[in-house]
């Protein structure tokens, strides 16, 4: 990481510390605030927030690595993550699983070469009664369906292209 | 809101019902500290989360006990599999859920709550938000609620990042203060040593809700739904093989067959009652109900049609306790591990009789010497299982 770039995570640190305080419990908050904007909590990162709030940086990797939607390593600008429990499970989740895994050309855990998408299982999304469930980053989307999943990843793929589609029509 | 969040099949007498924001809270202020816990207390509420302790006698355990400050702490951490009622609940009626926190912190002489939102559940932080400043501006939320000098209580939503444990009270407190989910020992209890080690109650998104309707319409009303032991009614979030899945509001102590009656689902061969943490009651047992002094449950019911293979289902179950163990205890740790590897056993026909009895013991004994309620009930769902359906899981064909 260059310096410029490092500076610039431990300002955005700092002001994270500034807006939900230096004590332990601002923990969780400051964390999950840099994984939603870097998709990652670096190393770094760790340290920085460790010598804000005064505890030792193995506290906050032991945080980091305990909660399933904190990551060290990084991540995809979109993380799917598709239930895998009993109810999604028996409304063939399977299958929904294959298909993603064919439009992503990755397995469940990896995340694609351009770094668009992560592929992750999640348990239980409390989605149970309208499954195969997954979120997309934070919206959930039920009754999955190939053609759903195909559509919702042409969706993201648009909403990040660099020519987007003319607005009003095709 | 997206319309799919919200799925409610049976508006019932107490939530979906006749009550309405804003009464209960109304009602509450006009009395004293004890005089609201005295009503909780004699409408016989009990826990909805599923462990069913009863809400006035735990609002009393704070109130009297010593402290600079106190908490109400909101759980929606709903990761039960099977369970989404909590959803419904913050979706659409999210005033009677804050209203019932105000009223506890009102009985409590508590100034902050806090909501524990799972990650999961990140879709709805926005409008939770809007909600709670709405009440802001209309001092129902604030200083001097509703112009009652004194009383100042203000709501904070604080959000999980996907962990199944912090569903559990101490390690939700653990998670608030930043650290990794682990439950504590009890005692002592959140009541005395609680969040920052304050005295703190941490009550289920659906028993503030129901707290606040005691309030409005009085213990006596609320008592005569439901059974002598278990009063009220309860949400059931339903799954699985039937024709509606949705959440159903009924009174305590429906049996399992009238349930399966409204829901469509009579062909059923087995119910998972109380999600992976419950117990899977085959058909001969659906005559029973679903009370706290027959089948206690936080409201998760999954259907299991003719066809299910059950030891799938187990499997599932158990892949889900290896991955949200928090790994802090032994029996927890390495006996979901090992009854995993018994299902897989099983299911490639290489089970004696003898294996079997002894995975059973190793789940009899987490039950007794785990630390939370976790690994306590982590294998009731194989115990089941192996019990009910042993004839269709033991020889079952060596795959080739």
Not at chain 1, 58 to 75: N, R
Not at chain 2, 89 to 110: C, N, P, Q, R, W
Not at chain 2, 240 to 248: E, F, I, K, L
Not at chain 2, 381 to 400: D, K, M, Q, W, Y
């Amino acid at each position: 990481m260059i310096a410029t770039e490092q500076q610039n995570l431990t300002a955005e640190i700092a002001e994270l510390a500034g807006r939900h305080g230096r004590d332990r419990g601002a923990l969780m908050p400051i964390l999950q605030a840099l994984q939603e904007r870097h998709h990652q909590i670096s190393e770094f990162a760790m340290q920085e927030v460790a010598a804000l709030l005064d505890v030792h940086p193995v506290e906050v990797y032991s945080v980091v690595t305990f909660y399933a939607f904190l990551k060290a390593g990084k991540e995809g600008k979109f993380v799917i993550r598709l239930c895998r429990t009993i109810s999604c499970d028996m409304r063939e989740k399977d299958k929904v699983a294959r298909q993603m895994e064919n439009e992503l050309g990755i397995s469940f855990g990896q995340t694609t070469a351009d770094g668009m998408f992560t592929l992750e299982w999640a348990n239980c999304l409390g989605m149970c009664d309208q499954g195969p469930a997954m979120l997309v980053n934070d919206q959930v989307f039920t009754a999955v369906t190939f053609e759903k999943v195909h559509d919702v990843l042409e969706g993201c793929r648009r909403s990040f292209s660099v020519h987007p589609a003319p607005k009003g029509g095709h | 809101m997206n319309s799919h969040v919200i799925n409610v099949k049976t508006r019932g007498p107490i939530l979906f019902g006749g009550v309405t924001a804003g009464e209960g809270l109304k009602k509450a202020l006009a009395m004293s500290r004890s005089e609201i816990i005295s009503e909780v207390r004699a409408s016989g509420l009990k826990g909805r989360g599923g462990a069913g302790f009863p809400t006035g006698v735990k609002w009393n355990l704070a109130a009297a006990a010593l402290g600079q400050r106190k908490f109400v702490v909101c759980n929606a951490d709903e990761g039960e599999p099977g369970t989404f009622k909590d959803r419904v609940l913050l979706s659409d009626y999210a005033d009677l859920v804050f209203e019932g926190m105000t009223i506890a912190g009102l009985a409590i002489g508590a100034r902050q709550g806090i909501v524990y939102l799972r990650g999961e559940y990140r879709y709805l932080l926005a409008p939770l938000e809007a909600n709670l400043a709405r009440r802001r501006e209309e001092g129902l939320l604030g200083s001097a609620i509703l112009g009652r000098q004194g009383f100042d209580f203000d709501v904070e939503i604080r959000l999980g990042s996907g962990a199944y444990v912090c569903g559990e009270e101490t390690a939700l407190i653990e998670s608030l203060e930043g650290h990794r989910g682990e439950p504590r020992n009890r005692p002592p209890f959140p009541v005395d040593t609680g969040y920052l080690g304050q005295p703190t109650i941490v009550n289920n998104v659906e028993t503030l809700a129901l707290a606040a309707s005691v309030l409005a319409k009085g213990a006596e009303w609320f008592k005569a739904i439901g059974t002598d032991k278990s009063t009220g009614s309860k949400l059931f979030s339903v799954s699985g093989d039937c024709q509606s899945p949705g959440v159903y509001e009924f009174p305590m102590g429906i049996t399992i067959a009238q349930l399966l009656k409204v829901v469509g689902g009579e062909e059923a061969k087995a119910v998972q009652v109380g999600g992976a943490s419950g117990h899977c009651v085959p058909a001969k047992q659906f005559e029973r109900t679903l009370a706290f002094e027959d089948i206690p449950t936080g409201g998760s019911i999954i259907v299991f049609g003719p066809g299910r293979d059950m030891l799938k289902v187990a499997r599932n179950f158990m892949e889900f306790f290896v991955e949200e163990s928090c790994g802090q205890c032994t029996p927890c740790r390495y006996g979901n591990v090992a009854l995993l590897e018994g299902v897989e056993m099983i299911e490639k026909g290489r089970c004696s009789m003898t294996h079997l009895n002894e995975l059973k013991a190793l789940g009899e004994t987490m039950q007794i010497s785990s630390k939370c309620g976790l690994g306590q009930s982590s294998s009731n769902a194989f115990l089941s299982i192996v019990t009910h359906f042993e004839n269709e899981i033991l020889g079952r064909p060596v795959p080739a």
